[in-house]
């Protein structure tokens, strides 16, 4: 197609189509220098009024701006100049991809999209969660085992297949997706075992939210990560690899931007937050599983007054470990740099566990109201979490460089 039939394609469908979503400007040719690495184009609501929002990424920063009616067109034409290599429309209808090749021939494709939403999102800050469809996401969803040759969600499969939408919509909440800059983004899914959310979540960023992702999933167990390898081998997808390691041996090749470690057993979890720590990665999410290592401390202490009365419950005792575990762990990552909340995360499979924790690195290390919690919690408990010695002397000097006169 000549330049500018794609180029006219794409002011339509973003100056006119009514349910126009999002636009994506990404690539340059190797003989051109363009500022940024990606400019993503969407539809917004600021104070009523509908405007379009242009989000601009380099490797370092990203700076959104918001223009109406004309300046939006004089913006979006700007964009059209700078021809990015690929560039990716999408309304609720239809789906538009463009890829110039260097010598400025554009190879357009056009198709039905893909999740469908009846109205495109206009919230200013958060882009509408799009979740998988068992339409869209079939060829993997079949490969997986989730959905039956004839498309149909395997009657044993539908609570796994609620729970991966319900993880995506939990990720996607924090906001945090969009805002890498450098791609493709790294992940590695920690104790990834049965894989169904790694597939899932390889999927929705490359071919949901078209963010290009590498996702790496460990595991100890290999035999399991062979049989994943020749599925994701068999879907074409290169950047999805597995590899046999424990979490806490693990030598990224890249530092990964995400950690995820779902239902990874026990001390495993807090070998995957140690990890995303020490790599600084930009967002670590984690549902904690069965968790016995603080249990054990407390197995062997009187419980501190009044909590004899919890503690005589054998059940309530180990829900009682569980939270303080969580909640160490939590202010770990708090103290770390992480913003950091704990949301409830349907499990299939572990009904009882079933929170998660979400952290995106986005404040400040060190601070001394959290730093205070930590010790007050331990002290009061005379416990150690395991996170603590995993983290090491990063941490411990955190904690040291308060001055006691805090501690009450
Ligand atoms: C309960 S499965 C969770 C699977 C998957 N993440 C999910 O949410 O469905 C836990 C997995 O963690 C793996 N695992 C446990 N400890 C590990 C460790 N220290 N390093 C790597 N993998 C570990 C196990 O082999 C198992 O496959």
Redesign the pocket.
Known sequence: MPASDYKQLIRECVLRDEDFIKATFSGQHRDRTVAWIKVVVRPVLVQGKKHMQFSYFDTKKDITKNYRDDESAAMLEQLIALEFKNVHVQSARRVITVTVTHKGKAIVRTGTSESQPRDPNLSHDRQKARLLTATGAAPFLKAVGIMSEDGKIRADMQSKFRQINEFLKLVQQTGELEKFSTLPLQVV??????????FAFYYYLNSVLHIPTHLTG????GE?LARHSEKSASLGWSGLTFQT????DFKPVTRPDIVL????????TD?ALAQGIQWDSKLIIS?P?CQHHLQKQLDHQPAPRPFEAVERHSILKERLGDILTDTFRALILRIMGYQTDVVQFVSS??TAKNLMIRAAKTVNVGDAKFVREYRDLKDFWKVTPYLEQLTGEDFTHLLAALPQTFHS
């Open positions: 899914d920690c104790g990834c075992g049965n894989a169904y959310l790694t460990i595991d100890v167990n399991l390691t424990s979490i806490i470690a779902l239902h990874a057993c026990d001390t495993a070998e549902a599983c499979e572990h």
